[in-house]
């Protein structure tokens, strides 16, 4: 019933998996080992932990940090800013973007007379961000918000790959000792096609006419179904050259060929290859065929925010978010540093309260540790999903109050921080 029940667009063939279940499990079985290089071992990896402080040199190799820049907040401070080399970059980012979008032909000119009656345009606003790799990036992004429900957009859900599959993929790498790349779709959301009309203002730095305004063609970052087209086109583009799957996990496609075996695990525009070398490599190339443009990493120092770091002879791994906490110390870390240092994450048998709104006598934070309390929550979380599950329970308590936090949580959420 489950399964009928997601058979939805975004996993089409979850119904006909029902019948692949009724075959037998010995030819299932067989099927496994056939996709395995190397089965030897299996139980000797199952419980080890790596030493990590051998690779703590590694993981600070790989951190690189921009921490005296800051990032301008509208296109006019990035195009007039006061630093002529930051000045240059930023210019050159938003010329790039504009190339992006001339080259997939993302809208077209319009008269603003020729928009219908009862529509209106969808806001727009320049985003700039220095990467981790140093790359300098503006993005121009529609305000989703001033879309219309039902007008300028219908269908908007997106799947991404569960944090389960994450793990088993990367099991399957160690035992079975197959390769991995990353591999990162450029502009990704100017690939999807747009099923309805959508109109937007013209940008700052765009030469066009005060009369005039854009009709878009592709999806842009910043609408809300951008994320669903672009997931819908990559898709098909795979099934296109020989991949399956989307049975257990939507966002897991394979493809067995004389190359070897490919998966493919789909979290937005950032896809986890783990396979055969040959059979990665020409994936990536059909891929750049259908005319997406990639760009190739061989390590998984920053994947999903997680850094995964392997033995010499790729028999063990570590995972770990030194990205993410490094976030947090920045931001909370004055604010932790002096507290006391306990031996769990959280208060004992302590369970945090949701205030009922008829109790006024229950102090809550003011707005501006509100302000504070809600990412820092949020952050954490994302430490639970993927390297830090010892935290779950605290955190979960955390969650209830995201919209008003008592002193009590918020001093629990200090204390997990330390």
Not at 158 to 187: H, Q
Not at 236 to 243: D, N, Q, R, S, T
Not at 318 to 344: C, M, N
């Amino acid at each position: 019933r489950e399964l009928r029940r997601l058979g939805g667009w975004f996993n089409p063939d979850a119904s006909n998996r029902v019948d692949l279940s009724q075959k037998s499990r010995s030819s299932r079985s067989s099927a496994l080992t056939d996709d395995a290089d190397d089965q030897s071992g299996r139980d000797e990896v199952g419980n080890i932990l790596i030493d990590r402080g051998k690779l703590e040199f590694e993981m600070a190799m790989l951190e690189i940090e921009y921490e005296n820049i800051v990032e301008p907040k509208n296109f006019q401070e990035a195009w007039h800013h006061p630093d002529e080399y930051q000045r240059e970059k930023w210019r050159e980012a938003i010329r790039k973007e504009f190339r992006d979008m001339n080259a997939r032909k993302v809208w077209r000119k319009i008269p603003r007379r020729e928009i219908p009656p009862g529509r209106r345009c969808v806001k727009q606003k320049w985003v700039m961000k220095v990467k981790r790799n140093g790359i300098f990036r503006a993005r121009l992004v529609a305000c989703g918000y001033s879309q219309i429900p039902g007008v300028d957009f219908t269908e908007n859900y997106a799947p991404v790959i569960s944090d389960v599959t994450y793990r088993i993929m990367l099991i399957a790498e160690i035992v079975w000792k197959l390769s991995s790349k990353i591999v990162d779709v450029e502009t990704a959301f100017l690939h999807g096609d747009l099923e309805e009309e959508i109109y937007m203002d013209c940008p700052e730095g765009l030469d066009h006419d005060e009369s005039e305004c854009l009709l878009l063609l592709k999806t842009i970052y910043g609408l809300v179904q951008s994320a669903r087209q672009f997931f819908k086109k990559l898709v098909a583009c795979l099934k296109e050259i020989g991949f399956k799957g989307g049975y257990a996990d939507p966002c897991l496609m394979t493809k067995k060929s004389d190359l070897g075996i490919c998966y493919i695990a789909i979290y937005v525009d950032d896809c986890y290859c783990v396979g055969h070398e040959a059979a990665i490599d020409d994936t990536i190339k059909k891929i750049m065929a259908s005319g997406f443009e990639v760009k190739v990493e061989e390590s998984l120092a920053d994947y999903l925010s997680c850094n995964i770091l392997f033995n010499k002879d790729k028999t063990r791994a570590w995972l770990g978010q030194p990205h993410l906490i490094k976030s947090i110390e920045k931001k909370y870390g004055d604010a932790v540093t002096t507290l006391q240092k306990y031996r769990t994450p959280g208060t004992p048998g302590q369970g945090i309260v949701r205030p009922k709104k008829d109790e006024e006598s229950v102090p809550l934070v003011s707005p501006e540790d509100q302000a504070l309390y809600r990412p820092g929550v949020g952050m954490l979380l994302y430490l639970v999903k993927h390297s830090r599950p010892d935290i779950a329970n605290v955190v979960r308590e955390l969650s209830k109050v995201m919209d008003g936090a008592t002193p009590a949580a918020l001093k629990e959420m200090k204390r997990v921080m330390k």
